[in-house]
């Protein structure tokens, strides 16, 4: 079933827009809106939460948040060109040096593209050593031929 949209999110960026870089708590959100204690207000909030999940509204200290006036909607397909790229440029690294090279904390679609690759003969596993957290072991892979991987993936 799909669900009815109510511009819910649309007024909630439009009202933490005209802060214009002030900080607020999501209590007056509830207020501007009239959104009575309970249940309601847990319906503002999963749109609300999703902003800062998303990293358009920051949070700050002391249940205080900000509107980032300069976000934007990342652009599909660059996080991959990011990947393939720290892939190459590294003689060896494991899934947790790309997701530092490609500024990313998904480390499921790396892994997705890790094993797409080995599958096509691009890369290949090396051998494992400790993660930097230093529990349990971590996989370390290589390009399997740099001029090829150049050519056919970048």
Do not use: C
Not at 47 to 58: M, T
Not at 132 to 143: A, C, S, T
Request: net charge positive; hydrophobic share 35%.
């Amino acid at each position: 079933m799909k669900r009815q949209r109510t511009g819910l999110a649309s007024r909630i960026r439009r009202w933490t827009r005209e802060r214009q870089g002030r900080s607020f708590a999501f209590q007056e959100i509830a207020e501007a809106f009239g959104v009575p204690r309970g249940r309601g207000r847990s319906d503002l909030y999963n749109p609300f939460y999703a902003f800062v999940l998303r990293g358009e509204i920051e949070r700050l200290a002391g249940g205080r948040y900000r509107y980032r006036q300069g976000w934007h909607r990342p652009v599909k397909g660059r996080l991959l060109v990011r990947i393939l790229k720290a892939m190459y440029l590294s003689a060896e690294w494991s899934v947790s040096d790309i997701m530092f090279f490609a500024e990313t904390r998904n480390r499921n679609y790396i892994h997705r593209v890790v094993q797409r690759m080995i599958a096509r003969g691009h890369i290949r596993l090396k051998g494992r050593r400790k993660p930097f957290h230093g529990r349990g072991l971590e996989r370390v892979y290589e390009v399997a031929s740099r001029e090829r991987f150049r050519v056919e993936v970048l």
